[in-house]
């Protein structure tokens, strides 16, 4: 029960029907009743979790007499009512937990205190790949090679589901783990211990903010700090500014909601959110479905924002009725939010920091891309804008063999569409195609022979990759039967996908495939090579799978520009596919639309995707569905009993997870041949007490790095390529190729990990001339030759080198991932230098040991004139020993002449709590002596 002192006097009861109870009245505390929604849920924390000590009185007369205008000052701890991990994210931290029993002990201590001491969750999600695309069998055959691959790791998280409390697993092969977070695991209001208290979690993956839809208070969080909010450690945070985002208007017919989230997205970025929450309030958020309401939370990584959060209202409780939550439940969820002032009131208007409106029938169909998800295209433009762009990805004045061209011409543009051929004296190859003038765009027709998909010719712009995916629309019912209907009107004008396009469809949960069979629209997606391919988070986090051989090899033989279209919400550069150089966001139905297009160089307005049976030409605005249609087909065929049936045994599994060899026993018995889960190195030889922090000296930089470096760019993720430390390690441990598996379900394993950290093909490394990929140069060596990342970092480290990493502006933005940090620290990084840094990256770098670092106001790397080369000495970071956190410290860059570069460097240790971390040399440190004392 409470472990609150009360200071206010708030603690009460609540009675609903036959039960009761225990709240803290937000009443209790006066100007709480003008705070914004998501500050009266921190407020109710902070007054339910007060002990004297880390939450104070004082924390909760600041979020009363909270001023919307002023920037963020008041630290306050935020404890989370539970934890949500998918498992790329969630296994380091189980390992983390299982290597802590150990360090207990070996320490003194009782390793059974090690559990979760808030509920923990995790849905495995991220371990299906699409190596089977575009057939009957491709979900079976694609499971089965997922367990194929990731026993190992499945059976360690089968052992942690029997050794931990509190600690639950979703299986393989259910759904994504932010869809099966709003459709079952979500509270919206918790009861625990007899206590209501709103719903609030972090989770392992940035996209958590989906939850913010159904009114829970929730975000990303990287690894380390779900580890520590696990354990019981409140997530340091300060008292954010809330941006106000008014909606009016209905959107129009032919309008979808992912029309609605692009638009939105660019808005808000245009604006700036980063570390601001938003919350959506008037009129027009009563006409937002619960769908699109979480279409817009999942989002908020992108835009930038720490949540995207819309109040309870009676749209949320019919959701939660819906997706099969029991009357007790919904009762409580009403009664309580009445009772707190929680639920939403179109007409009364809190006070905001900052305001945005958006009339929702200003929305028109759009698409993001070719790599940001902010970078928002109108559909109508889409064809002009591949062209601009297809110019930064294609080298002009680049001569082409046109040996076999004639004849590849010919046949790609068959008499119906006569080509015109023209050879510039610069020898590039133009080809003009009557329905599709390609003026301006460069062009290198390539002629495939496939045993699968027969004959025909690739050019820059081929959309490779069409993909349904991704939890930000497969929750979305609107979108996902629009996509259903869409696919069966053009299988009824006799139109179909290209060959060369790797259809899949992958829905965020069991339910869509009920609602896709109840409809009776399976088939027509099927007939356009859409087949359930798996529930879980493929083609968005680079889990696309192969390409046909011969397509691969054409794009790689000819350099072509292939795009990937995805109905996801992540396109970032050498994402999605090794192949794929250009990525688009759309929604499904437009993802659709572009497999039967077959290219981005495509103006569906004026051109038509083929003829029909009759000889006529079909155009997109033929085939889309209406807003009725749709409507009428949701209400016939979704229904309350596809949820409950579908979760009735979600943690239960299917014959495979059951059947899974399980170990025993409190402590894990590590196997030393595994490759997938290791006992990582965090706690090898830890004092009781901390050794004090120490400046850096003598440091050699590891990377300088430009704008805009994503912790895509620094987190290994994809796939494992032959030749690089990671792929080293794993055949030296008798691995073959084949079974190397992906970074991401090698997580559980710090030595595949540490090598595969700055390896991303796309980082530039400034520190060489025009090389890409994980590289650097070794100074340990005469002349400081190139090297890999990893093979200089253990010649440093050896060396007792301590090494810093440059960077620019939004330093880490991305996914809020763990392993940015471990792996920078595990190279033995001590300082990151940036222009400016993400939230997330920068407090996981605290979490991990790092210092981060930020270079006076208006300076950089290039304007102090650093070129990596310099010896660096970082003076000042001593005083936090005395308990006291600098502002700045002294930063002398030495060139090899011996010229002197000196500047201030901002510390961004911005909290007491993450100064606390840092002096015990990480988070996990921290939590692990706390827990022997107590």
């Known amino acids: 029960m409470s472990t609150s002192i009360d200071s206010f006097g708030a603690k009460g009861t609540l009675e609903v029907g036959e039960n009761s109870y225990e709240i803290f009245r937000l009443a209790a505390v006066p100007g709480t009743e003008k705070l914004p929604y998501a500050l009266k849920v921190l407020a109710e924390n902070l007054l339910r979790t007060e002990d004297g000590a880390n939450i104070v009185a004082d924390h909760i007369r600041a979020i009363a007499s909270w001023d919307p205008s002023a920037d963020p000052s008041v630290e306050i701890q935020f404890t989370p009512a539970r934890v949500i991990m998918q498992d790329f994210t969630g296994v380091p931290c189980i390992v983390d937990l299982a290597t802590m029993r150990e360090a207990v002990t070996a320490l003194g201590g009782d390793p059974n205190k090690v559990n979760p001491l808030a509920p923990a969750e995790m849905v495995i999600d991220h371990s299906v790949i699409i190596d089977v695309a575009g057939r009957a069998d491709a979900f079976e ?55 209501a208290y709103p719903d609030t979690c972090v989770g392992t993956d940035s996209h958590t903010t989906m939850v913010n839809g159904l009114g829970v208070l929730g975000w990303g969080v990287g690894g380390i700090e779900a580890e520590a909010a696990m354990l019981g450690q409140p997530v340091s945070m300060l008292i954010p500014r809330v941006v106000g985002f008014k909606l009016t208007g209905e959107i129009k017919p032919g309008v979808t909601a992912t029309d609605v989230v692009l638009t939105v997205t660019d808005m808000l970025r245009k604006h700036g959110v980063v570390g601001k929450f938003v919350e959506f309030y008037g009129k027009g958020v009563a006409e937002v479905p619960l769908a699109n309401r979480a279409t817009l939370g999942n989002m908020s990584p992108e835009f930038g924002s720490t949540a995207a959060i819309f109040p309870i209202d009676a749209e949320t409780v019919s959701y939660l009725r819906l997706t099969g939550r029991s009357d007790e439940q919904l009762a409580l969820v009403e009664a309580y939010a009445k009772e707190q002032g929680l639920w939403h009131d179109p007409e009364h208007e809190p006070e905001y920091s900052e305001y945005l409106e958006l009339d929702l029938g200003d929305v028109v169909p759009s698409i993001a891309g070719p790599k940001r998800p902010q970078d928002r295209i109108l559909l109508s433009d889409s064809k002009n804008a591949f062209r601009k762009d297809i110019h930064n990805y294609v080298e002009e004045n680049h001569p082409a063999d046109h040996s076999q061209l004639d004849e590849a011409v010919e046949e790609s543009f068959p008499a119906s569409d006569p080509a015109a051929l023209s050879f510039a004296d610069d020898g590039a190859v133009h080809v003009q195609s009557a329905a599709n003038g390609s003026e301006g765009r460069p062009s290198t027709p390539t002629k495939v022979v496939s045993e699968e998909k027969g004959e025909f010719v690739l050019d820059h712009g081929a959309v490779v990759i069409a993909s349904i995916t991704s939890c930000t629309n497969t929750s979305n019912p609107s979108v996902m039967l629009g996509a259903a209907l869409l696919a069966r009107n053009a299988v009824e004008k006799g139109l179909s996908a290209k060959p060369w396009v790797k259809t899949s469809m992958a829905p965020g949960s069991q339910v869509v495939t009920d609602y896709y069979n109840k409809s009776g629209l399976w088939p027509y997606l099927e007939k356009l090579g859409f087949y359930l391919v798996g529930y879980g988070c493929t083609t968005c986090i680079g889990n696309s799978g192969p390409l046909d051989e011969h397509i691969s090899k054409a794009i790689q033989d000819n350099d072509l520009t292939a795009t990937a279209v995805l109905s996801g919400n992540r396109n970032f550069e050498g994402r999605i596919s090794p192949d794929v150089k250009m990525n688009y966001l759309a929604s499904p139905p437009l993802v659709i639309a572009y497999a039967l297009a077959g290219t981005m160089d495509f103006d569906f307005e004026h051109d038509a995707l083929g003829q029909d049976t009759d000889g006529n030409d079909v155009f997109l605005k033929d085939i889309w569905p209406s807003a009725t249609e749709i409507q009428e087909t949701i209400n016939s065929s979704i229904s309350q009993e596809m949820y409950t049936k579908g979760y009735a045994d979600v943690f239960k ?39 004090p922090v120490s400046d850096i000296k003598g440091a050699r930089v590891l990377a300088l790095l430009g704008d805009s470096i994503t912790t895509d760019h620094i987190s290994p993720a994809g796939n494992i390529k032959a030749g690089t430390p990671a792929s080293q390690y794993l055949d030296a441990n008798g691995i073959e190729r084949k079974d190397y598996n992906s970074y991401g379900s090698r997580r559980g394993n710090h030595e595949v990990m540490i090598r595969g950290t700055f390896a991303n093909i796309r980082l530039r490394n400034q ?77 996981n770098l605290i979490g991990m040991g790092v210092v981060p670092l930020q270079f006076p106001a208006g300076e950089s790397a290039a304007s102090l004139k650093l070129d990596g080369t310099e010896v660096l000495d970082i003076e000042g970071v001593e005083k936090l020993n005395e308990g006291v956190t600098p502002k700045t410290v002294k930063v002398t860059a030495t060139r090899e002449n011996g010229e002197k570069i000196v500047f201030d460097a901002v510390v961004r240790i911005d909290t007491p709590g993450e100064a606390d971390y840092y002096r015990n040399g990480g988070i996990l440190q921290y939590v692990l002596r706390n827990m022997i004392k107590s």
Request: hydrophobic share 30%; net charge negative; aromatic share 12%.
């Open 141 to 195: 055959r694609n499971v089965e090679i997922e367990y194929a691959r990731n026993g190992e790791r499945y059976q360690f998280l089968r052992w942690g589901q029997g050794a931990f409390d509190d600690f639950k697993v979703v299986p393989p092969g259910t759904g994504i783990v932010h869809q099966v977070n709003i459709e079952h695991l979500a509270r919206t209001i918790m009861v625990r211990d007899g206590q």
């Open 653 to 691: 599994g299917d014959e495979r997870w059951r059947g899974l060899p399980t170990p025993e026993g409190k402590t894990f018995e590590w196997d030393a041949k595994s490759t997938y889960v290791r006992k990582p190195p965090y706690f090898d030889g830890m004092p009781k007490e901390p050794t």
């Open 767 to 843: 520190l060489l001339d025009d090389v890409s990929g994980g590289y650097t140069r070794d100074f340990t060596q005469d002349g400081g030759p190139q090297a890999f990342i990893y093979d200089a970092s253990q010649n440093y480290q050896a060396a007792g080198i301590p090494l810093v990493v440059l960077g620019g502006k939004e330093y880490g933005s991305g996914s809020s991932r763990d392993w940015a940090a471990k792996g920078t620290s595990l190279l033995g990084v001590k300082a990151v230098i940036t222009e400016s840094f993400e939230r997330i990256h920068r407090s």
